[in-house]
C-alpha cells in the first residue's frame, strides 16, 4: 500500500475529499469558532469542508502534474500521511470536539483548550509538512532537469 502511495499519491488525497466532504456535511455540531486576538471568525462547518477539500485537491493536483518527475519516495509517502492524518484529525476535533469528553474528567474550559492546543499543534505539523512537500517538488523539478 505505501508503494502505492508513493506512486500515485494524487488518486490517495483525490479520494480523502469525498471524507472530508461527507465528514463536514453530516458530522456537524455547531459552528466553528476561532479567535484571534479580539477578532473571532465563525465559520459554517460545510464551508470548512469545501476549503479543507479546496487544499487537498490543490496538493493532489500539484502531485498530478508532476507525475512524471521523480520524487523522494519516503518523502512523498511522508508528506501524504501526514497530510491525511493531519486534515482528518484537524476535521474531527474542530467539528465534533465534544467526542472526547465523555472519556475525561475535566472540566469544561481545561476540556476545550486542550482540543485547541491539539488542533493548533497538528496544524503547525501539517504546515511544516507542506514545506517538505515544497522541497520533494524543488527536487524534482530539478532532477528532471538535469538530465
Known amino acids: 500500500m505505501l508503494k502505492k502511495i508513493a506512486n500515485k499519491p494524487h488518486s490517495f488525497l483525490f479520494l480523502l475529499i469525498p ?4 465528514l463536514a456535511l453530516f458530522g456537524i455540531g455547531s459552528t466553528i469558532d476561532i479567535q484571534m486576538h479580539n477578532t473571532y471568525f465563525v465559520i459554517d462547518p460545510f464551508y470548512f469542508g469545501i476549503l479543507l477539500s479546496i487544499i487537498l485537491g490543490g496538493i493532489g493536483g ?13 518523502i512523498t509517502m511522508i508528506h501524504v ?10 476535521t474531527i476535533l474542530t467539528l465534533k470536539p465534544e467526542l472526547l469528553n465523555s472519556t475525561t474528567g ?26 517538505l512537500f515544497l522541497v520533494n517538488l524543488f527536487i524534482g523539478i530539478s532532477r528532471s532537469r538535469e538530465k
Open 19 to 22: 471524507v472530508i466532504l461527507l
Open 62 to 74: 500539484l502531485y498530478w502534474l508532476v507525475i512524471n518527475k521523480k520524487l523522494i519516495d519516503w
Open 81 to 90: 500521511m501526514v497530510t491525511s492524518i493531519g486534515l482528518l484529525l484537524i
Open 106 to 131: 475535566i472540566n469544561y474550559l481545561e476540556y476545550y483548550s486542550t482540543i485547541i492546543r491539539i488542533v493548533s499543534i497538528a496544524t503547525l505539523i501539517w504546515l511544516l509538512c507542506q514545506l
